[in-house]
């Protein structure tokens, strides 16, 4: 062998002394068709000759992106209202996105779907929400066109198109665009970011994460978090995107790149580093109403909005700061300055990858599209906030005496915090309502930052034409050369819908090109056509159900041109148009699969009752193995309002201590364990009240069937039960449970077995990792 070795290494010596010349690429615009993909190869010759040193190879086949393509970075951020960032009038300085936008466009009149999922998949493929069958997220999806959660095939995402015609592509932080379903290593996969044109993937599946414990995957691998103290992801995220990008330039600096950013941040839980959260403290004592007048009185000296522009009125069920008590404005101001401290933070980690590209030469020729918000901000935090975000899934009211009690720690990774709908509001400025209110401009208009040196010469201007997040992926399209293709894997594709954005670089006064874009969510619903908004709010965002039906709605009329902020109903003064708007809604809603309109809430969360999949089906009992981890509520068997029996068959090691199997983490959970060899089984209420049924002696090392059995009290949701441990058949240890969990335990720290990942259940003492071995756990659910 190493003498063969040695005779191919001298003959390739040799052969570099006589190479002859190398044919060039076959990769001429002219020559490629990129309407269709995969791009078809031509085809390959064949020979006569018997030596190849007689013959003549041809060009090597190679697609590359179009001459001149530039570099794309798409920054979304999460739940950020249109007030929020000084960029936009807002209290909060943002100083990456205020540079970005002193070097670029500010677009004032851009807007999303008023949901995190369905804006991004909206902004991911140029089609709308419900063309994208993701008409709410997916954790509500049905059987009805248009709601799925399934991305049709006869849409391909834009990070597909782009890989395909050239690019590297990378996404990192949130993804919420796989249905929940589909989340385990059995998949399908195919929804997944690196099955949906991302090479590289490194974040969350789902609507939110813990930045102090996250659940991270890397690719379609969940990966462990980092034991650092100062650990969070959003700076991991950064982190990881700076050294993809750095390792892209030094292996192929001519190929450019596509880097999708979108951190967990600003979306509940809030969570940021204390010398972020104190650089705002007493900033927002003044309260809601204050920093409502205060962004809109910025807002028109930066001529973000027009000198006419009055403020909307606030909600009727919002109290005014002046009516509320010492305790809630000391609450309320501290849920706002770690929300501050939030965003700031997230701001502070996107101008690290901003300078990272910008130290390696390339920020001239990369397009930087930063989207402030995938939606309004979130009110789902109710009128008081919460402590714990659990406890809005679980319908569990927080006080404002038990929420102080967290003061100091607000933020912290005790806790898993959201603020009170009062700052939503004001977030939303000059604007009414929030996020999940799509006929309301506080739910769908976010500020938009684009700066392109190489293509852009405007400097920090302002862009008023009517634009939406379905015009990104037609506008990246433009810019590189690169069709949206016609037909992909042999399957014609959908016509894109969006309309590119590029018209408006040069030209500031330049006509609108988006004329038509409807809007709905969850029965808030409304119709935009060249300036004039018909809409009708079915629903507040603090409400559980609507007080209304679909059909019993009212509908209001704006002109927009003239009422920025939608404080003018003109229905009364305009009814033919009215009736003509309404007729353009029904239309458009009938065309892009949005009908018929379902504005259900909590029972769309229940799988069975709308028809929607899951892993388990009809099955009551589930044999799991060791290392099964990260499996969520669709996956995981549903132990939830109900009696069941865990059966472990497990050899204890020398130490008898880890995790058998659990389900949740620090804020609702529960978990068949072991400590100090003492069977055990924690139920973990809400964060509030911990409950450990555990043996009084410990076992010895060996094999043994380990058996925790819970009798439910039955009679309706979250109701307690006793639970009992045997071993090999034999009681040693029995306990009450007072009440239980009626809805999830958490939507990131999710079901393991022989480990405990994200946030602990219960108290493991040094190791949550089962120290024996788990040959199985059986799980029976009780009729």
């Not at 399934?150 to 990070?159: G, H, K, S």
């Not at 409400?543 to 679909?550: A, G, L, P």
Request: proline share 7%.
């Amino acid at each position: 062998m190493k003498k063969l070795l040695s005779i191919l290494c001298t003959a390739v010596i040799l052969a570099s002394c006589t190479q002859q010349p190398v044919p060039e690429t076959n990769n001429t615009a002219g020559n490629i068709d990129r309407t269709v993909l995969p791009i078809k190869e031509p085809a390959r010759p064949t020979y006569s000759e018997l030596n190849v040193k007689d013959a003549v190879a041809p060009p090597r086949f190679e697609v590359k992106a179009p001459q001149g393509a530039p570099n794309i970075v798409i920054i979304l951020i999460d739940d950020m209202g249109f007030g929020v960032s000084d960029a936009f009038g807002g209290p909060i300085p943002m100083p990456t996105l205020s540079k970005l936008a002193e070097n670029g466009l500010r677009f004032n009149r851009f807007h999303t779907t008023s949901l995190c999922a369905p804006t991004r998949m909206a902004l991911l493929t140029g089609y709308n929400h419900h063309s994208n069958n993701m008409g709410v997220i997916t954790e509500a999806a049905t059987t009805f066109p248009g709601y799925t959660g399934v991305r049709p095939q006869t849409i391909t995402p834009m990070a597909e198109v782009l890989r395909q015609n050239g690019y590297n592509t990378a996404q990192f932080g949130k993804c919420h665009e796989v249905p929940p379903w589909e989340i385990s290593n059995n998949g399908p996969q195919d929804r997944w970011p690196t099955h949906s044109g991302f090479e590289k993937f490194y974040g969350f599946l789902g609507g939110e994460t813990n930045q102090w414990a996250p659940l991270i995957y890397d690719g379609v691998i969940l990966v462990e978090t980092p034991k650092d103290p100062n650990y969070h992801f959003t700076t991991d995220m950064t982190n990881q995107a700076i050294s993809w990008v750095e390792t892209q330039k030094a292996l192929q600096p001519d190929k450019p790149f596509f880097i999708y950013y979108a951190p967990g941040a600003t979306h509940a839980p809030h969570h940021a580093p204390k010398e972020w959260i104190d650089k705002y403290k007493g900033k927002f004592d003044q309260g809601w109403d204050k920093i409502r007048e205060e962004t809109v009185e910025r807002q028109k000296r930066l001529g973000i909005i027009p000198e006419n522009t009055e403020l909307a009125p606030r909600p009727e069920d919002i109290k005014a700061w002046e009516s509320l008590s010492p305790d809630e404005k000391k609450l309320f101001a501290r849920q706002m300055e770690v929300f501050a401290g939030f965003a700031a933070h997230t701001d502070y980690e996107i101008g690290q990858l901003i300078s990272a590209i910008d130290e390696l030469g390339v920020l001239d020729s990369t397009i930087v599209i930063f989207i402030a918000g995938d939606n309004g901000s979130s009110a789902e935090g109710q009128m008081l906030g919460m402590y714990s975000e659990m406890t809005y899934f679980n319908q569990y009211p927080e006080t404002v005496p038990d929420m102080l009690k967290h003061y100091d720690e607000w933020g912290s990774p005790s806790t898993y915090p959201h603020y009170a709908a009062g700052w939503a509001v004001a977030l939303d400025a000059p604007f009414k309502w929030t996020k999940q209110v799509a006929s309301d401009f506080g739910g769908t208009r976010n500020g938009m930052v684009i700066q392109w040196p190489a293509g852009i010469e405007a400097k920090g201007e302002i862009r008023s034409q009517f634009g939406h997040v379905i015009d990104i992926a037609p506008t990246i399209y433009e810019i590189t050369g690169i069709p949206a293709p016609t037909t992909v894997n042999g399957i014609p594709q959908d016509p894109i819908e969006g309309s590119s954005l590029v018209y408006t670089f040069t030209d500031g006064n330049a006509p609108e090109k988006h004329h038509v874009q409807y809007f709905e969510m969850m029965g808030n619903r409304g119709i935009y056509e060249d300036g004039w908004l018909a809409r009708t709010i079915h629903r507040a965002p603090w409400w559980f159900q609507s007080k209304v039906t679909i059909e019993e709605d009212t509908w209001e009329l704006y002109n927009t041109l003239e009422d920025f902020s939608l404080a003018k109903d003109l229905a009364a003064q305009h009814p033919d148009k009215l009736k003509e708007m309404q007729a353009l809604f029904m239309k458009e809603a009938e065309k892009y699969h949005v009908l018929p309109i379902d504005d259900r809430l909590l029972i769309r969360t229940n799988a069975q009752a709308v028809g929607r999949p899951t892993l388990l089906g009809n099955r009551t009992s589930v044999t799991y193995v060791e290392g099964m981890k990260g499996m969520g509520v669709d996956i995981f068997i549903d132990l939830r309002n109900k009696g069941y029996t865990m059966t472990a068959d497990v050899e204890i090691g020398a130490n008898g201590n880890g995790v058998i199997v659990c389900q949740g983490g620090r804020f609702g959970g529960l978990t068949f364990y072991l400590k100090n060899g003492k069977p055990a089984f924690g139920y973990n209420f809400l964060g509030l009240e911990t409950t450990d049924i555990m043996a009084l002696q410990a076992l010895k090392p060996g094999r043994y069937t380990l058996v925790y059995d819970f009798v439910y009290d039955g009679d309706g949701a979250g109701k307690g039960g006793t639970g009992t441990l045997t071993v090999d058949g034999n009681k040693v240890a029995e306990g009450r449970i007072n009440r239980t969990q009626p809805g999830i335990f958490s939507v990131d720290d999710l079901a393991d077995v022989g480990m405990d990942e994200g946030t602990w259940v219960s108290d493991y003492g040094t190791s949550d990792k089962f120290d024996g071995k788990i040959h199985k756990v059986k799980i029976e659910m009780k009729k």
